[in-house]
């Protein structure tokens, strides 16, 4: 759910992807800015304050866990759609099987929105744990190449690392929020104009009868 109260804006984000790709880890870094190595796998929700472009956000990090069972996801994956105003896709650069797996989420969280009726869904696809280059299975373009056909922003980043690609992460999703936020708007301008625009159409035509 979205609020916007002048300049504040509040954004809720679901990080989501196969197990251990770093979903933690890259939702703990933006966090504290720390890499504390293990996680566990429970399930999180975090509320934290930015500023983005001088202005202050308050982000509902939900850190979700995966499910292999493919009709429980696209279940849940109703739940978190209808929750979230942005998605934070993550696989490893080391696991093909993870990078699969974005692709399908990606299919399923699209679906979703049109189903729901949703105008927009930001995505953010994050290829992590750049530091192992020497495990990589996943190239870069492929990365990229599946972000530009599905319309989404592409980073690839070492969570373990480096805490700057992480926040750019986090960061250019808000930015991407708030646009569809304006886009949103600007389209509910439009559907009003044409609705009052047709509204005195049909008024002419029963006035002409
Ligand atoms: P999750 O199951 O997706 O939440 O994954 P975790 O955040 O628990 O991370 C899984 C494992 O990968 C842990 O052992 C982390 O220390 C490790 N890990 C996470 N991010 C990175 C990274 O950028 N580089 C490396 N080398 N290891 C990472
Ligand atoms: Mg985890």
Same mark, same amino acid.
């Given at each position: ?32 800015r720390?890499? $504390?190595?293990?996680?566990? &796998?429970?399930?999180? +929700?975090?509320?934290?304050?930015? =500023?983005?472009? !001088?202005?202050?956000?308050? *982000? ?40 699969n ?5 990606i299919?399923? $969280?699209?679906?979703?929105? &049109?189903?729901?009726? +949703?105008?927009?869904?930001?995505? =953010?696809?994050? !290829?992590?744990?750049?530091? *192992?280059?020497?495990?990589?299975t ?54 009003g ?13 029963t006035?002409?009868?």
């Open positions: 759910m979205t609020r916007l109260n002048g300049q504040r804006m509040d954004a809720n984000v679901v990080v989501l992807g196969t197990d251990n790709v770093g979903k933690s880890a890259l939702t703990v870094r933006f966090l504290t720390r890499f $504390i190595g293990e996680y566990g &796998d429970i399930e999180s +929700l975090y509320t934290h304050n930015v =500023v983005v472009d !001088g202005r202050e956000q308050t *982000l509902n990090i939900w850190d979700a866990p995966y499910s292999q069972d493919l009709s429980f996801e696209s279940l849940m994956c109703e739940k978190r759609v209808q929750w979230a105003d942005g998605f934070v896709l993550v696989y490893s650069i080391c696991d093909r099987a993870s990078f797996a974005v692709s399908r989420l299919q399923t $969280i699209k679906t979703t929105k &049109d189903f729901l009726g +949703l105008e927009k869904m930001p995505i =953010v696809i994050v !290829g992590n744990k750049r530091d *192992l280059h020497h495990r990589r996943v190239l870069s373009e492929e990365g990229r190449l599946l972000a530009l056909s599905a319309d989404c922003q592409f980073y690839e980043v070492s969570a373990a690392e480096n805490y700057h690609s992480v926040l750019m992460v986090f960061h250019g999703l808000v930015d991407r929020i708030r646009e569809s936020r304006v886009s949103v708007k600007k389209l509910a301008g439009i559907k104009i044409v609705k009052s625009m047709s509204a005195v159409f049909a008024r002419r035509r006035d002409s009868l």
